[in-house]
């Protein structure tokens, strides 16, 4: 029985008088920091190795070793019904989806229902003894059912950022993060990215045959390029009258830093005629009521989508979804000539390279490249109403 350091860096697990780790890192220093994990090796009775890790204190490292040599001594068939070794997926969802830091996820709905799907499979079968060969089972399972090969990966990195979790927390051994980590994706990266766009004719179609809250969605949408749970979530609080700009809070958006989005005469003439309610902050709502739920408008789309005559959904050919209006946004800003760097911001997008450091655009210079981009829709918009107005003109046959 021995406790060994595992290095923090190439993760081989040594003697803890190790003071260099062969990969040429410094243990000390680390042990220190409380960045080495310990584990204790043992014998089953059986003769088979086991490794439990101790957590991050020699103490406790030597406090669990103390443990299990009298468990040896006492009772050798205790060791060989460690908890860990007998947790069960569906014992190990329910002890992470207790957890507040996962409660706290705007997307916990969605990765509950995905480790459901994990569980409705691998529900019953023991943490500790996964292969990956039953992972690529799984796949195989899923993709006979007709799913698709994105929604399989992503259940299954569900389930892999679960048991991570786990490990962190010593529940798990490091033998089921390796059989995740071994599984190769069904969908190439980026495989499935979406080009849909909307034209400037389908917004003013869709925004005729909408009812007025989901009008209200849209043209904030397809003026400002917000997510709809940023939209779902935005507050009168959150609007800056003084000077014309939305400010989200970290906790609401989801790259979870604060954003400043200009408004402009479309976005403005908006909220300026949505009702205010007396019980409540939320600017976007339904028969007065916030819109709680992630589908919240999604009938609504989809009804004004049928009446416009425009396909929709991920599925149908050419269909198109709420979020393509964020792609349209962007796309749309380009064509107004709208510099990279003020579109990232104004979105959400993270800014690379050096941009990073020495890009720090102030709120005037958001404004002005708002104006450019409202300027050129306003100009689509008038060509649209142009159109439409030769289209609806009756025509006579030549004398």
């Given at each position: 029985?021995?406790?060994?350091?595992?290095?923090?860096?190439?993760?081989?697990?040594?003697?803890?008088?190790?003071?260099?780790?062969?990969?040429?890192?410094?243990?000390?220093?680390?042990?220190?920091?409380?960045?080495?994990?310990?584990?204790?090796?043992?014998?089953?009775?059986?003769?088979?190795?086991?490794?439990?890790?101790?957590?991050?204190?020699?103490e406790e490292a030597r406090a669990a070793e103390g443990k299990r040599r009298a468990q040896k001594i006492e009772s050798p068939s205790i060791l060989e019904k460690v908890p860990a070794e007998r947790m069960t997926f569906d014992e190990l969802a329910e002890?992470?989806?207790?957890?507040?830091?996962?409660?706290?996820?705007?997307?916990?709905?969605?990765?509950?229902?995905?480790?459901?799907?994990?569980?409705?499979?691998?529900g019953n079968r023991i943490v500790s003894s996964l292969k990956p060969m039953d992972l690529?089972?799984?796949?195989?399972?899923?993709?006979?059912?007709?799913?698709?090969?994105?929604?399989?990966?992503?259940?299954?990195?569900?389930?892999?950022?679960?048991?991570?979790?786990a490990f962190d927390n010593d529940l798990v051994d490091g033998r089921t993060v390796k059989a995740f980590r071994r599984v190769k994706r069904k969908l190439r990266r980026a495989g499935n990215a979406r080009r849909r766009t909307l034209s400037v004719g389908e917004y003013v179609?869709?925004?005729?045959?909408?009812?007025?809250?989901?009008?209200?969605?849209?043209?904030?949408?397809?003026n400002t390029g917000m997510r709809t749970g940023e939209l779902r979530g935005l507050r009168w609080s959150h609007i800056d009258r003084e000077k014309w700009v939305i400010r989200l809070?970290?906790?609401?958006t989801k790259e979870k830093r604060p954003k400043v989005i200009p408004m402009n005469h479309h976005v403005k003439r908006t909220l300026a005629g949505l009702p205010r309610a007396i019980h409540h902050d939320f600017v976007l709502t339904y028969k007065n009521e916030p819109i709680v739920t992630h589908g919240g408008i999604r009938n609504s789309f989809i009804t004004?989508?049928?009446?416009?005559?425009?396909?929709?959904?991920?599925?149908?050919?050419?269909?198109?979804?709420?979020?393509?209006?964020?792609?349209?946004?962007?796309?749309?800003?380009?064509?107004?000539?709208?510099?990279?760097?003020?579109?990232?911001?104004?979105?959400?997008?993270?800014?690379?390279?050096?941009?990073?450091?020495?890009?720090?655009?102030?709120?005037?210079?958001?404004?002005?490249?708002?104006?450019?981009?409202?300027?050129?829709?306003?100009?689509?918009?008038?060509?649209?109403?142009?159109?439409?107005?030769?289209?609806?003109?009756?025509k006579t046959d030549p004398e």
């Open positions: 029985m021995a406790i060994l350091a595992e290095c923090p860096w190439c993760h081989k697990k040594q003697s803890i008088r190790n003071r260099m780790c062969s990969c040429g890192n410094g243990l000390v220093a680390a042990k220190r920091a409380k960045k080495v994990r310990y584990w204790v090796s043992y014998r089953l009775p059986g003769g088979k190795q086991r490794r439990e890790p101790a957590g991050f204190s020699i002890w992470y989806f207790g957890l507040s830091q996962v409660k706290k996820l705007t997307s916990f709905y969605r990765i509950k229902q995905g480790i459901a799907n994990f569980n409705r499979v691998l690529e089972s799984y796949q195989d399972k899923r993709e006979e059912e007709g799913m698709a090969p994105a929604t399989i990966d992503m259940e299954i990195c569900l389930a892999k950022t679960m048991v991570i979790k179609s869709l925004l005729s045959m909408s009812l007025p809250h989901l009008k209200a969605f849209l043209t904030l949408a397809f809070p970290a906790d609401l004004a989508c049928g009446k416009a005559g425009i396909p929709q959904g991920h599925h149908a050919p050419n269909g198109v979804t709420f979020h393509d209006i964020r792609r349209t946004v962007k796309t749309n800003m380009v064509n107004a000539g709208v510099d990279q760097v003020h579109r990232d911001i104004i979105l959400g997008h993270s800014l690379h390279g050096m941009d990073v450091r020495y890009m720090a655009p102030s709120e005037e210079d958001l404004h002005r490249a708002m104006s450019r981009y409202t300027e050129w829709l306003d100009g689509q918009l008038i060509l649209q109403s142009v159109d439409q107005t030769v289209d609806q003109t009756p």
